[in-house]
């Protein structure tokens, strides 16, 4: 009887058990973190897409009116995100995330909000 070699049998149940990388046309920025709460930005190049997605405790914070049926906002309700406006910036300052939120949006934090 032929015996599979040992490192044949680990290696796939390591790539099962391995969490999947971001594809190569996406990219990400936690804007915030904190306390079990969260808003993360995601690029897909090659989709063209972009959009936020919002933990239930934040968006709950936001007046109801502009609360999206999701927790995913897409480019065109960004806006919404200004209620949230000192918060991403104390988190992406202290996080030294700067260099990568002004590659992503192509503009400073200020400019951002600002264009919202």
């Known amino acids: 009887m032929n015996e599979i070699p040992f490192e044949f049998c680990i290696e796939p149940a390591i790539q099962i058990f391995e969490p999947m990388p971001l ?5 990400c920025i936690a804007l915030y973190e904190g306390d079990g709460e969260y808003i993360h ?16 405790g934040l968006i709950g914070q936001l007046p109801e009116w502009l609360r999206p049926s999701s927790r995913v906002f897409v480019r065109k309700n960004f806006y919404a995100l200004k209620q ?4 991403i910036r104390q988190y992406v300052i202290e996080s030294g995330q700067n260099r990568h939120f002004s590659y992503l949006f192509q503009s400073s934090l200020g400019e951002f909000f600002d264009d919202l």
């Open 23 to 27: 594809d190569m046309d996406e990219d």
């Open 41 to 56: 930005y995601v690029r897909h190049y090659g989709a063209q897409v972009e959009f936020i997605v919002v933990s239930d």
């Open 84 to 87: 949230f406006r000192a918060e």
